[in-house]
């Protein structure tokens, strides 16, 4: 029957097959294809919407394994039928996603090649581009593996249902069974979810919104979900829900679905309900639920993607220590309700604010954050983002740099200087003087890029150290905060080796402020909360660097998905980490941050004090865990979209606020209640290092020198080295207290010294959104998780 190779030919022609042969071989072919495909056709069934793409909830467990919350499906799937639901939401898809629906076949060829092809090469699978292949999709929920055969058996449904299926029970299904966000499925719990009112009664506005959200609530809710991306803030959502609900309507209009006249009412967004109406995420429990998602979501090694944890039915067990959470909003509220008076001092207590974390040096664990009053009133997680300054906390970071790399040889050529080095010794001495003029490492007057010197200025425009050379060791310039010796420090190690000491601890770099001028030194960065508690229990375990994390291990229904393991790095040696946990030590026992002394207990820290009484901080440590207490005034106004730092002069009853004031108040009652019953330990004693170096004091500035901000002196006695426990001063203008850097703006002027309080969000994993919003993006930029200094911005979290 088959007559190959070719009896009757000779030479190539006997090899040539005959046209009966391929047509053959062709029409077997296709008759075989058509078998299978005609077998899996009848094999497949139509989806029932009843039974499918119901939400999960994700269960969250405390580290001691009970329950903290169990949430994402809170929100029940309400079926609507077809006579129920809004013509203006039917077309609202229609117009933005498949025009055609109602006369297509139900699946698009095209669109069917590309996602194969795609697939065939490694790519992802891409979504079925109409709204019966989305539907078909949708009620595979159990079935989304990235194959070739799944794709396969969702085309031959889309198929079977575009043949059998009516368009009215299609949209029906589709609508029923499509992620809205917010843990809602369907249009029912959408319209609840956003709007708080049933499906029947939405405007075309609210369709064409809730149209919008198909496309990703990740980037599209208005509420914001930096915890995901910090990329998709409010008002970058805003933006983009706008965007796309306007040409929404604009489409509608051009299909011939919704009149002029009626669509110009509608060119703002509607009013949304907030988010974490559901009281399970009030308190802290929101905040906390927040940062483990985006740990799940910006770990590569979790493997699960915003809409899979948006889907529901993990189990993720967290880090959060239930007691220390308790225990860190008790003190805070405790301070803010004795102190915090805006009844009484509307002009000074309004827009206060705090924020907190506490890590555990040993492994990286976030035990406790306060993220603020209130989950369900205040979005932002004061503990993961801010933009608030850390000031003086900063200065340990300068010193570490000064015993890891040491100060650059000041006679040595440029070339070599970054070879030829001096590993400094707490030991050292540097200037006090007030209005120091700052030097490079080799003696040159430092000037901006306008020509304009520097003069450093201490506290209240006072000289610290003894005259007539202001000498003061690094220990006490550190004990009392003192400015000028730690901006010139700085300056001799180098700015860029600062800067690489903060990122070496586990500052992240978004977070950083230009090294471009000595205020660097004195922390006009701001780091989270989670990074300055993750940054000094670097110090605390020795000089090894863990990456701060929340969540332990993740489980679905087949088992374990993802744990933790255990990384570190060494920053700094055990020598240089010793060295600078015992000058903080010295800070606490007799300078800035007696306030924060544990009886009993060795305690490490440093205060934080920013221009312009902006914010303050306290950050400090024990063997067992590490913890920093932020405190700021800030106009929280979602609607605001310049918000700005409000000056803390008044405040709580206070001539200012320092971070020897409220927050290392916090700090000490927290500490106190979260250590327990856990034994007091020791920090180890230090290895004497470096060599005791004696920096040459500046002459006095020059008539013609520009001078930084200051008045006549603080009434408070200057610090010595005899007055271990100096009381805070304040002057009219600079407001200098024992920890204030007192500084300027961000362009290097002498009118001050340092940066502006600055935001900001960037970072994130997750995908774009759709190319329809022309007026943002939601690409990643800096690794600053959930805003400036987030933790989950990055690797780790």
Known sequence: ?????????????????????????????????????GIAYAMVSVPNEAAVAKAQNNVFYWSDGSVMVATGGEINRQNMNYASIPKEM?????SQENKTFETDSGIDPNGIARAVLNMARGGQTQGGS???????????????????????????????????VPKEKIMEGYLNTTYFGRGAYGLQAASRAYFNKDATKLDPGECAFLAAMVKGATYYDPAGATSLDPAATPEANSRRA?????????????????????????????????????GQLGGQIGYLVDLAKANVVNNPATHISADDLQKGGYQIYTTFD????????????????????PAQRPKTDTNVQFGGASVDPT???????????????HFTDNADSTGAQVGSTFKPFVLAAAMQWGVRNPDGPESQAQDERTVASPKSLYSGQNKLKIKEYNGKVWTDKDGNEWLQTNDGGESVGNAPNYKIDLREAMQFSVNSAYVQLGMDVGLDKVEESAKD???LPGSLASANYPSFSIGTSDPSAIRMASAYSTFAARGQQREPYSVVKVSDKDGVVFKHQDKSTEAFTQQVADNVTDVLKTVVDKGTGTKAQLPGRDV????????????????????????AISMFRLDDNAKNKNRTFLEMYGTGGQEKIHGASFPAEIWHDYMAEALQNEPAVKFPTPTPIGTVLNAEPSPPPSPSATQSRTTSPSPSPSPSRTSPSPSPSSSDTCQWSWDNPCNGDTNGNTNGNGGTDTGGTNGGTDPSPSATDTTGTATGGNTRGNGNGGIFGGPGG
């Open 1 to 37: 029957m088959i007559d190959y190779p070719r009896a009757d030919r000779y030479g190539w022609r006997r090899w040539m097959p005959s046209w009966k042969l391929v047509t053959g071989l062709c029409l077997g072919f296709v008759g075989s294809l058509m078998a299978v495909a």
């Open 90 to 94: 039917r077309y609202a898809v229609i």
């Open 130 to 164: 109409t709204i019966t292949q989305q539907y078909v999709k949708n009620a595979m929920l159990n079935d989304q593996a990235q194959t070739l055969s799944r794709k396969f058996k969702e085309i031959l449904v889309s198929i079977k249902v575009g043949a059998q």
């Open 242 to 278: 706008l965007a796309q609900m306007q040409d929404t309507l604009d489409k509608m209009v051009q299909y011939g679905h919704l009149s002029p006249a009626e669509r110009t009412k509608y060119k703002t967004l509607p009013k949304i309900q907030n988010p974490r109406s559901n």
């Open 322 to 341: 239930k007691k220390k959470v308790k225990a860190l909003e008790a003190a805070v509220k405790n301070v803010q309700k004795s102190n915090i008076k």
């Open 363 to 377: 492994s990286g664990a976030i035990r406790a954050i306060y993220g603020g009053e209130d989950a369900t009133k």
């Open 505 to 507: 601890a586990g500052i």
């Open 604 to 627: 490490a820290g440093k205060t934080g004090t920013t221009d312009g009484n902006k914010s303050a901080w306290f950050v400090g440590y024990t063997p067992q865990l590490s913890t």
